[in-house]
């Protein structure tokens, strides 16, 4: 036993010391690298008191799960053994793949052996995660290499140093328990799903390589001219001088192509000219992509990206100069036909196919980031896209932490998706409750969006909170901050049943409006008297006083009802109608399509 212990205490060590890998700055396309699929069965053990982590006093262990031990003699004691665990799928989540955890909150450890890797002079290996939600460790061959905290963001480790030419094992300690410092917080109105959720993959990248790029054309371009101007900047993973890189734009610059060299800092930076009538600018009526092929070194790179403008003028928002009207809904990342976390492109097609048959041009992807592949999708289907973090409820604004949290999301997510024409709106939140801490929070993180990307509009779902019997005007400060003024009123479900025809409505401030959330509930096939709560009939009914009332606000200039489809919620408990879904879509989960559908849709069709 004290050989056993000896070896295990080593390897601990080894964790403990000096980490031999470490995350490193997203990378941008990862769909266009050189990927391994780590996709299928991961072996699983759900670990309610932490044991795999911390010792009997909740010190972290120095012979926990992570070392993936196998005892040497027979008499030695080992009281895990990842070979001999249940499996599951990842990507995915442990709710709807193991029955036992349906409710479950806590940790959970995957793991898996990693295909063989061949070590190459100048070449590197990155591990690559889509999403794991929420708190994660990463382990490769015992050793730590990664924590990571943040449920719906990818992020990359180099793990060449730990890796061995064959015989590789990866362990994860995933934790969903909710916090009240964490983003979002400790209370939220959709499900907790736990685990490995979106896509794992190894990169091969160059030592050197290009780690981000942007493509955006010029907003000053949308004015009448010969030509327009698209800015190109690119940046290395290393401060590199002197290394050439190379952008081609074959449906637009044919052969040619443009060589550039790196400054100091890794990076490039410029903008090139394009004849006005070679362009065709990316809209919903039109989602136009050109190819894009960016090289350096041996690593090429291709993209597809569409050119748009997109600025607001008064109290209208502008797409490639032009006043459009965002026939909008609200969504969730839930897989249709049963629920769980959607993480495919099967997934993306089906949610946006209905989003397309309501009539819609645009859609809000609540209340966090997304997977890339609905953003994708809906870039490809001409859908524009409002792209959000989790800054959910009552988050703990005066918390440095909890701030450099939502920060570390917000520039993950601009970083991932920052080439996506359809992505128009950044949103920093969602219903806070109005305070001067929270005006601070959310001050600085509408600042520090417009560092990262001064070519999208932000905005953020605010609450109604000056109403008065039926007059109700918004007030805000952070109206100052925000491009686009946008707030969620539940008139006829949470407040002022049948009263939507006498409400009047005040934004006192010069900018577009966007009604973020509005709608109700029932259960499909539930029919009755439009006073009937839970009914078709009162759902039809509330949509046809809201859409009417919608009409007669000033500034409006699109709008997503919330909700595309039913979703799980745990808040949700109303045995028989709700049984813990969220009833608020006008499909239901399965997609069949409630009668509040039928209005939306005609009155898409007026706008």
């Given amino acids: ?51 795999g982590y911390y010792d009997y006093r909740m010190n972290p262990t120095r ?6 031990a196998k005892p040497q003699r027979p008499e030695d004691l080992i009281e895990y053994d990842f070979d001999k665990a249940p499996t599951m799928a990842v990507p995915g989540d442990w709710n709807t793949q193991d029955e036992r955890l349906f409710f479950y909150e806590g940790t959970v450890w995957f793991k898996r052996n990693l295909p063989p890797v061949e070590k190459k002079e100048g070449r590197r290996t990155l591990l690559y995660f889509g999403a794991v939600n929420y708190d994660c460790r990463v382990y490769v061959n015992g050793k730590h290499v990664c924590h990571h905290v943040g449920g719906f963001t990818p992020f990359n480790i180099d793990v060449t140093d730990v890796l061995k ?27 907790n799903y736990g685990g490995i959720t979106r896509d794992v993959w190894l990169v091969d990248v160059s030592s050197t390589y290009i780690e981000n790029y942007s493509l955006q054309l010029e907003r000053q371009a949308e004015k009448k001219g010969k030509e327009r101007r698209i800015s190109f900047t690119l940046n290395l993973n290393q ?25 100091a800092e890794g990076r490039v930076g410029t903008s090139l000219t394009v004849a006005s009538k070679k362009l065709q600018l990316w809209s919903p009526a039109s989602p136009r992509r050109y190819r894009v092929e ?7 790179i291709i993209d597809s990206i569409g050119f ?22 609200s969504m969730h990342e839930e897989r249709p036909y049963g629920g769980g976390r959607a993480n495919g492109a099967a997934d993306a097609r089906t949610l946006l196919s209905w989003v397309k048959d309501l009539g819609c041009n645009f859609v809000r992807l609540a209340h966090y980031p997304h997977n890339e592949y609905m953003v994708r999708e809906a870039e490809r289907m001409g859908i524009l896209v409002w792209s ?59 600042q520090y969006a417009r560092t990262l990307d001064n070519t999208r509009l932000i905005s953020m779902a605010m609450e109604v909170t000056g109403a008065s019997n039926y007059k109700n005007r918004l007030q805000d400060n952070m109206h100052q901050h925000v491009d686009v003024v946008s707030f969620n009123q539940y008139i006829g479900w949470y407040r002022d ?53 919608l009409d007669r606000i000033d500034g409006l200039a699109g709008c997503t009802p919330w909700v595309l489809k039913d979703f799980r919620s745990p808040r949700r408990v109303l045995n028989g109608i709700q049984d813990y879904y969220n009833m608020k879509g006008v499909y239901s989960d399965r997609g069949e399509k409630k009668k509040a559908f039928y209005v939306l849709k005609e009155w898409y069709g007026t706008k």
């Avoid at 390897?11 to 031999?20: E, I, N, W």
């Avoid at 290394?243 to 040619?256: D, F, H, I, R, S």
């Fill in 497 to 549: 049943v049948n009263v939507a025809p006498k409400m009047e409505w005040e934004v006192p401030y010069e900018k577009p409006v966007i009604v973020s959330e509005w709608g109700g509930g029932a259960k499909y096939g539930l029919h009755g008297a439009k006073n009937q709560r839970w009914t078709e009939e009162f759902q039809e009914n509330l949509y046809k006083q809201n859409t009417e009332m």
């Fill in 239 to 263: 401060r590199q001088a002197n290394q050439e890189v190379t952008l081609a734009l074959p449906e637009l610059m044919g052969k040619k192509k443009l060589t550039l060299s790196t400054d």
């Fill in 308 to 329: 748009r403008t997109i600025e607001t003028q008064g109290k209208k928002i502008l797409l490639n100069g032009e006043p459009i009207f965002l026939k909008g809904i």
């Fill in 388 to 446: 959000e973090i989790p800054c959910y409820w009552t988050i703990s604004w005066t918390n440095e932490q909890t701030f450099k949290n939502a920060q570390r999301q917000l520039t993950d997510m601009i970083r991932r998706d920052q080439n996506r024409a359809n992505i128009i709106i950044w949103s920093i939140a969602n219903e806070t409750p109005h305070s001067a801490e929270r005006d601070q929070f959310l001050g600085r993180m509408a």
């Fill in 294 to 300: 960016l090289t350096c070194g041996d690593e090429t």
């Fill in 165 to 191: 030419d064959d015989g590789n094992f990866l362990i994860v300690k995933v934790d969903n328990k909710r916090h009240q410092d964490n983003v979002p917080t400790q209370i939220f109105d959709w499900w």
């Fill in 63 to 68: 012979w926990g799960f992570f070392l993936n």
């Fill in 1 to 51: 036993m004290k050989r056993l212990f000896s070896m295990l205490l080593v390897g601990a060590l080894s964790v403990s010391g000096v980490q031999a890998a470490s995350e490193v700055p997203l990378l941008g396309n990862i769909l266009s690298r050189r990927i391994t699929s780590l996709e299928g069965q991961w072996n699983y053990i759900v670990d309610v008191q932490e044991e």
